[in-house]
C-alpha cells in the first residue's frame, strides 16, 4: 500500500519493536518515541518532506515508556534497566532519577504537581520531583504496573490481576479508590480523559472500557465497555488486544490501536465509531495526537500482539506513521 | 402479521434480490437507499465532504480539486478497497463476487433453517419443501415390494439385535450414522424426516428404499454411503438415535419427505462426501443436507469446502491473511445474514461493520454499548440479528459469563493457537458433562466434522457458539514482560551496577 496523501511515515524509525511514543504538550511537531532498541528518539515531524530525528538517547537496555516533562527541554524515560532516566535533548545525556526492583513498565508526568511517576513489574510506584529526586516518594502496590495515567490531580494505575487503583496525587498514602477493571483480562493500557472527568482503559481481549473518576452512583452508571479490534477468519473470531489508547486533546474523543493493525476513532460520549483507518501491516504499539490535535503518531511493530508467538519482530514492520487529520476529523458528534 | 413472518423469515430469493454494497457487504431495502450510503460512506471526499457516485469519480476530484491521489476507498472491507473497480449500486461488481455473494446469501439462510430447526426441534414448520413426484412410488407393485423388504429389515433388526437401533451408541452400525452424520437435527423424527428420501403417505414402505434393490440385504450395515462418514461421525452422535426413530419413522414421514425415494438417496450421495471429508461444513448443520428447494444451491456446495480445507490448518494469524474475504467463494461457518428487516442507515459510525456476512465480529467495532442498562437493546438493534454468536450473548449481560470465561483462562494460557474450536464448545448454558464426555471434538474442531451439531442435538435451544481466538491469551503475563523474558532483550541491571 503506498502512502495516502494525508498520511506519512516517518524516516529512520527506531530498529526494533517500539514500546511508546508521544507527541510534546509543548510543541507540535516533537514526537518521542521509546523503543526496545535500547533508545529513545526524538523527532521533529514537520521537518522536511518525512520529518528528521533530532536525537536518539541510548540506554543500557531496551526502554519502556517514555514522556515530556515541564518543556520540551526535560524528557524522561524508564525501560528494563530499571531506573527511570532524565534525559538531555541538548547533549543526549541522561540522569537518573530513580531506581526500582524491576523493569520500569510505564512513567507520566503531573503537571499540576510538577512530578513524576513512575509504575514497575517491582509493584511499587514512584513520584518523584525532578528538581529534587532524593525526595522521592515510593508507594507500594499489590499487582504489577502496567499503565499510568495522570490528569489534574488523579493518577490511575492499572496493574495485573485486572486491578485498577486511583490515587490523588496530593495525598498519596493511600489510594483514593480501589476499583476492579471492568474488563476480564489483563489491562493492556489505561488513559485519563483531558477533562478529567474519567479514563479509558483497554485489555488483550479486543475490548475497551470507559470509566468515570466519581464514585456516585449516576457517575458509575455511566460506565460502559466495548468490543473493537476483532476479525472473523474462517468463523474463527480472532480477538486482537488493544495495545494503545490516546485521547484527542480538544474534542475529548479517542483513538484506539489495536494488535490487528487497525486505528479506530471514538466518540466515547456519544458511544460511536467516528472513523477507521485503513489496516496497518502490524499491530499498533503506541498512539498519540499532537497537542494541537491535528496530527496522530503511530506506531506498529509486529510481535507477540499480533500473533507472532516467538515475538520476533521484523525491523520493516517497524514504522511511525503521522497522520494528518482533516478539518473536524476526530470531533465527536454533536460537538460545535 | 404475514409481512412481519415474511421479515423474519425472509426466502432465499428475497434476500438475494436486494441491492447489497459491494463494498462493505451490506444489504439494503432498495437500490436508492445503497446508493445514499455508497456516497456517504464510500464515495466522499474526505477533505471537502463532496460525494461523488463513484470511486473513480471521487478519484478524478481528488487528483483535480485536492491535487491528490486516491488510494483505496474508505470504509471498505479488507481486500475490497480497490478503486481500480467502478461500481455504482450494485452495477459493475465482479460477477465472481456476485456469485460469492449470493452462495454467503444462500449459506446464511441454510444455516437459518438448521438452527430453526434445531431450536424447534422439528421440521415441521420448514418453509417449502419442493413439490415431489411421487406416483412412482404409488405403483402397487412398487409399495408390495418396500413393504416387504421393510419387514425383512424389521424382522433382521430384531434378529441381529436391533442394529439398527442399538447402534448409535455402540457406534457400530453405519446406518445410524449415517442419519446421524448428514442430520443437525435435534429431534429424532426431524432429522430423519429431513434425510428419509420416501415420500409422503407411505408408512410402511417408508424406509424400504434404503434396504431395496441395491441393498438386498436389509441390514442397515450395507449402506455403501456408511464407510464415507468417518467414525468420528458415530461418536459425535451419540445417544439421540434409538430404536424407535428406526423402526417408526412413518410417524414423520406423513409430513412430506422432500426428495422422491430412489433419487432421493442417490442424491444425498453426492452430498455426503462433501460433508464427510469437508468438516467445516457441518457446523452450518449440513447445508448440503438441507433439503434445500434451490437446485441451484447443491451444486455449488462442490467447491467451498474444498478451498476451505487447504486453509483451515493455516487458519492462524497473519492479519495479513485474514482480510481473505472476497476469493473465498463459501466461507464456512458464516454467521447467518444479518438486517433481514432492513435498519438501512442508521449507526451513522458503521464503517466497515455496516453490515453482511462479518458483521457479527465487527459490530462491535461500528457501535458501542453501554454495559448497563439498555445494553441488550443495543446490541439487538445494531445487530439486527437474531441467532446471534456466543459474545454478544454473554456481554448482553452486565458482566461476562463466567462459564465462558474461566476455561479459557485455564486452556489458553501459553498456546494462544490451540483455542480453536474451545469457544463454541462452551454452552451457553454450560453443560460441563457434555463437555468432557467429548473431548474430541473440542479440541480438534478444525478437523472433525461433527463437533458443532453435535453440540447443538445436546440442547435443542443452544444457540450456535462462534469460535473465538485471542491473539494475545496470556492473562497473567503482558506481552512486554514475555519480549523481556527473550534472550536479546536479557538485562541484568544488578551486574551492571556492581561492574
Redo the contacts between chains.
Sequence with gaps: ??????QFELSSPPED?I?SLTFSPNNPSRLLVSS?DKNVHLYDTNAGLNGSKLTAFPH???V?DCCFGETDGSVFSAG????VQQLDPETGKGNTLA?HES?V?SICYNTETKSLLSGS?DQSIKQIDPRSPESTGSHAQPH?I?SLSTISHKLVVAM?SRSVYLYDLRNMSSPWQRRES?L???T?TVRCMPNAQGYASSS???RV?VEFFDPSDESQ?????????????????????V?ALAFHPIYGTFASGG???VV?L???M???????Y??Y???IAGLSFSNNGKHLAIGTSS???????D?VCPPESVKIIVREL?EG?GKG?GQS | MTKKKKRQNPEAEDLLARPWCYYCERDFDDLKILIAHQKAKHYKCERCGRRLNTAGGLRVHMEQVHKEQLEAVDNALPGRESIDLEIFGTEGIPESEVNAHNQRILAAVAQREADRRAASGQSGNAPKRPKVDISKDLDPENIKKKLEAHKKAMAAAVAGGGVGGAGPGGAMSPASAVVGGRSASPGQAGGYEQQQPPAAGFQNPAPAPFQQGAYPIPQAPAYPAAPVYPPQNQTAYPAPYHQPTFQQPPASFGRGAPVPPGPGYNSFQPSGPPHATHPPFSPNGGPGYNPNPHNQFQPQQGPPPQQHISRAPSSLPQPHQIPGLPPRPNAPGLPPRPNFGGVPINNSGFGRGGGGWNQQQQQGQGQMYPQAGGANAGFAEAGGYPPTGPMQQSYNQPSYQQQQQQPQHGNHNYQPHSTNGHGHAHGRNGNPTAEENKPTPETTQSSLPDAQPAEKKKDGKEKPKRETKMVYADNEISPEEKRAMLPRYEYHPALEVSN
Aim: aromatic share 12%; charged share 30%.
Design positions: 500500500m503506498s502512502q495516502p496523501a494525508n519493536v514500546s526496545w543500557a537496555a531496551s519502556l528494563l534497566d530499571w531506573q531506581t523493569a513498565k513489574w504489577k502496567f495485573s471492568s476480564k483480562f489483563m493492556r488483550i481481549e479486543g472500557a452508571k455511566r460506565k460502559y465497555a466495548f468490543k473493537c479490534h476483532r476479525s472473523t477468519e474462517g468463523g474463527v473470531d480472532v480477538i486482537y488486544p495495545n494488535g490487528d493493525g479506530s471514538w466518540d466515547g456519544a458511544k460511536r465509531r467516528l472513523r477507521q485503513q489496516r501491516p502490524a499491530s510481535g507477540f500482539e499480533d500473533g507472532n508467538d515475538g482533516q476529523e458528534k
